[in-house]
Structures are given as structure tokens and as C-alpha cells.
Nanobody
Framework: QVQLVESGGGLVQPGGSLRLSCAAS????????MGWYRQAPGKQRELVATITSGGSTNYVDSVKGRFTISRDNAKNTVYLQMNSLKPEDTAVYYC????????????WGQGTQVTVSS
């Protein structure tokens, strides 16, 4: 059974930091590209950051320089370090794992709420 379990969300003041974690089980983690997405109320889910199985990263423009995605294959965990948080970062953050074969395997976590407010 595949599980992606996020943790680390919460309430933080503008300018603050949070570190999200996503622990994976039931997959060969090192072979998966991992990503973080977010969905704010009334908006579509958007890609925040991705990291390939080889460690290459990509970010949406709005978080470049503030967020860092990383992975620890020994712990089957992907992280999202979020600094200089803004109210517009408020959303439910979802972990995503993809493996590209002749078809695509894709899994989602249940989400963790991040609220940036004073």
C-alpha cells in the first residue's frame, strides 16, 4: 500500500518559516520524482516545487529564493523548507510522487494546511 504522509504545516506569521515533510512508503522512493503542490481556497491546485530522482529542482516563480525542496532517499522523505512566508502562501500543501514508465505512476498525500497570518 502506497502512502505519502505530510507533516509540518501550521500557523505562522508573515516573514516566518516552516518546514514540510513528506514520508513515503510502499514505493521505491529513489526512483520517483517528488513534488509539492498547493491549493488555496477558491483556486486551482498549483505546482510549487519539484525534485527529480537525480536531485534536479524546479520552482514556481513566486517561491524562488524563498522555498527549497530537498530529499533524503535513505529516509524516503521529501522536504519543503519555506522561508519569508507571505499571506499569499496560505494553502493546503500536497506531496506528490511520480514515476515515468511506459505509463505514469502517480500518488498524492492527504495535504497539510499552511496558514500565514498575523
Amino acid at each position: 500500500q502506497v502512502q505519502l504522509v505530510e507533516s509540518g504545516g501550521g500557523l505562522v506569521q508573515p516573514g516566518g518559516s516552516l518546514r514540510l515533510s513528506c514520508a513515503a512508503s510502499g514505493i521505491i522512493f529513489s526512483t520517483y520524482a517528488m513534488g509539492w503542490y498547493r491549493q488555496a481556497p477558491g483556486k486551482q491546485r498549483e505546482l510549487v516545487a519539484t525534485i527529480t530522482s537525480g536531485g534536479s529542482t524546479n520552482y514556481v516563480d513566486s517561491v524562488k529564493g524563498r522555498f527549497t525542496i530537498s530529499r533524503d532517499n535513505a529516509k524516503n522523505t521529501v522536504y519543503l523548507q519555506m522561508n519569508s512566508l507571505k499571506p499569499e502562501d496560505t494553502a493546503v500543501y500536497y506531496c506528490n510522487g511520480k514515476r515515468f514508465l511506459t505509463f505514469t505512476l502517480e500518488y498524492w498525500g492527504q495535504g497539510t494546511q499552511v496558514t500565514v497570518s498575523s
